[in-house]
């Protein structure tokens, strides 16, 4: 049996357990409590320790080793792969103007995630690595409908003090 969330009158809201907000159920509900937030008030309340600007986009033909960029495109080929102890999950991405590789450690499921040509916003760090340029644990963002619906990329995001089983994207989506 689960639990339904109770009825709330406009004055209660405030008062209401994160736990009955969309995507926030008992076990990120615990996450939040570590953090000192237990209602929609204390949320509203969390402010984050600093913003990341990631509203300018760059072209994929433009970018330089050790640059933090957003850029805009489409996923071209999946691939995971195995070294010793570690799944690495690879994504060729590209724009009109060229290509890239996303690279995301430990991460196998992203695999699942995505699939070739899903239109995504990445968010990260350009590196020189293995002769090509890559973006390693970028951030991502499907684009279903317009660039105002994004939550982690696009835009100017929160980053937050984080605890234990609470990564930026959860509460991101929390606080949303």
Do not use: C
């Not at 984050?48 to 970018?63: A, G, H, I, M, T």
């Not at 696009?154 to 959860?170: A, C, D, F, H």
Request: hydrophobic share 35%; net charge positive.
């Amino acid at each position: 049996m689960t639990a339904q969330p109770p009825s709330f009158s406009k004055h209660d809201k405030l008062s209401q357990s994160i736990r009955y907000l969309k995507g926030i159920g008992p076990a990120r509900a615990q996450a939040f409590l570590k953090l000192g937030i237990s209602t929609v008030e204390e949320l509203f309340g969390y402010y984050p320790r600093r913003y990341e600007d990631r509203s300018r986009f760059s072209s994929l033909k433009d970018l330089a080793p050790g640059g933090i960029v957003t850029v805009r495109g489409e996923v071209l080929t999946l691939n995971l792969r195995r070294i010793p102890k570690m799944p690495i999950f690879e994504m060729a991405f590209g724009d009109d103007s060229g290509f890239i590789h996303a690279v995301w450690f430990n991460q196998p499921y992203l695999k699942r995630q995505f699939k070739v040509g899903d239109a995504l916003i990445l968010s990260g760090k350009v590196d020189w690595s293995n002769k090509r340029l890559q973006l390693v644990n970028p951030e991502y963002e499907r684009l279903t409908g317009t660039d105002e619906d994004t939550i982690h990329t696009g835009r100017i995001v929160p980053i937050y003090p984080l605890t234990e089983g609470l990564g930026q994207r959860g509460l991101r989506r929390g606080m949303k």
